[in-house]
């Protein structure tokens, strides 16, 4: 766990097996650092199924149109790419991104309600630019329920980037197993989502977020995923 410059960890109790960096200042109170590894708490989640010979899109990029744009649930290969001004939604489903990253350019918009985004393959990941706007809910029911982002299990080790200054609405669980999720913004995050959980190889805090982890279970639809949820009330790291 590492909460470095001006950045702040506030949470009622922070467990981690392999310490912290940042100094006290970082952390409205200091993590708990002889914790017991503890498994996966989604380990036996079953992934979506999808075709791995079939891409709905190739190297997509999305520019400004000036009006509002709308993706289909698929299979998008060699990563997707929203250019800056593009202002796009995603219609209720599953988005495998495969093989590529998810990159959101400065000033672009990402909407969607009823979504799982799923990450494979080599060099999948995201970046979400400082500027762009991240609006996120995940799915009630299916092979996704309860997960916005879900990395492939079997993927190497990649950062996911967080820089948007709007990501106030991150509503599910954030489940990346051999993922580092960077958080680099100034900003809040997800303080207007019902809850948002993180399971991650590494979460690390830069500059100065404010990372809101909402427990408002009752005030929302979209599920907790089992495992996580009311039964614990802990902030822990996997590895």
């Known amino acids: 766990m590492s909460s470095t410059k001006k950045a702040s960890m506030v ?4 467990c981690t097996a392999g310490g912290f960096g940042g100094a006290a200042k970082n952390y409205n109170k200091l993590p708990i650092t002889d914790c017991p590894p503890m498994e ?9 199924s999808f075709s791995s010979t079939t891409c709905k899109a190739s190297a997509l990029q999305l520019k400004d149109e000036g009006v509002m744009q709308r993706l289909s649930p698929g299979v998008y290969c060699d990563g997707l790419t929203i250019k800056s001004g593009a202002q796009v939604t995603l219609d209720p489903g599953i988005y495998v991104i495969k093989d590529g990253p998810l990159t959101l350019s400065a000033n672009a918009t990402l909407f ?4 799982g985004l799923y990450f494979t393959g080599t060099g999948s990941t995201f970046l979400l630019e400082s500027g762009s706007t991240v609006d996120l809910e995940a799915a009630k029911s299916g ?4 997960l916005i982002f879900f990395q492939d299990r079997s993927s190497a080790s990649a950062d996911f980037v967080l820089r948007s200054k709007n ?3 991150l509503l599910g669980t954030i489940y990346l197993p051999n993922g580092n999720f960077i958080v680099d913004t100034n900003s809040k995050v997800a303080d ?3 809850y948002t959980a993180i ?3 590494s979460i690390q805090l830069m500059r100065k977020p404010n990372v809101v982890l909402n427990t408002n279970y009752e005030s929302t639809d979209v599920p907790v995923p089992a495992g996580l949820g009311p039964s614990s009330g802990e902030l822990r790291l996997l590895h």
């Open 11 to 14: 949470a009622d109790l922070a």
């Open 199 to 201: 399971v991650a190889r």
């Open 40 to 48: 996966d708490p989604l380990k036996l989640r079953t992934p979506p």
């Open 167 to 169: 990501a106030s609405v």
């Open 143 to 146: 092979s996704m329920a309860g």
């Open 112 to 115: 969607g309600r009823g979504v």
């Open 192 to 194: 207007a989502s019902a």
